[in-house]
């Protein structure tokens, strides 16, 4: 069961990852890509793999040493738990370099491998990206907030900007 949640982690993350790299321009994938609401299913994963290990997990969050986590990875589920959550963590951090990369109007042929990278090495992904966005800002090649693209539907509604219920 636990090697089969370890595999089903990416698989529930895989589809969000395959709209933003090859249907970026498609209106729906900025839409989704804009929920955080699009990692529950992992999360649900880290909890089934996290609960059976909590005490192991507790003690490895509450006083952080390598040999505490050690402990931690060695146990199947504590190796699972640790997945789940990298690959929701990554699924997040792929879904805001997606936005701010149509934000600040980067080509798809350059946000598709970038992306692809985030998901393999995603601190490597995103020092490259956050290189590629500070040159971008400086240079001012960002789209006017104005013409940003408008992934929530809210441009004809009056509503831009505004928080829901207030």
């Given at each position: 069961m636990t090697g089969a949640l370890f595999e089903?982690?990416?698989l529930l993350a895989a589809?969000?990852?395959l709209l933003m790299i090859f249907a970026p321009r498609w209106k729906p994938t900025a839409r989704i890509a804009a929920s955080p609401l699009t990692v529950l299913p992992v999360l649900a994963v880290y909890v089934t793999m996290a609960v059976p290990v909590?005490?192991?997990?507790?003690?490895?969050v509450r006083s952080p040493d390598l040999d505490t986590f050690r402990e931690l990875t060695a146990l199947a589920n504590g190796a699972g738990a640790?997945?789940?959550?990298?690959i929701a963590w990554?699924?997040?951090?792929?879904?805001w370099m997606y936005l701010e990369g149509?934000?600040?109007?980067?080509?798809?042929?350059?946000?598709?491998?970038?992306?692809?990278?985030?998901i393999l090495l995603a601190p490597f992904g995103l020092l490259i990206f956050l290189a590629l966005r500070a040159t971008r800002t400086r240079t001012g090649k960002a789209l006017p907030?104005?013409?940003a693209p408008d992934?929530?539907?809210?441009?004809?509604?009056g509503q831009h900007g505004r928080i829901s219920g207030a």
């Open positions: 089903i982690a990416f589809p969000f990852w909590f005490p192991e997990l507790w003690t490895a640790v997945w789940a959550q990298i990554d699924l997040l951090l792929g879904q149509r934000r600040l109007a980067v080509s798809p042929l350059v946000m598709g491998p970038l992306l692809v990278l985030t907030a104005r013409t992934v929530h539907g809210l441009a004809d509604s």
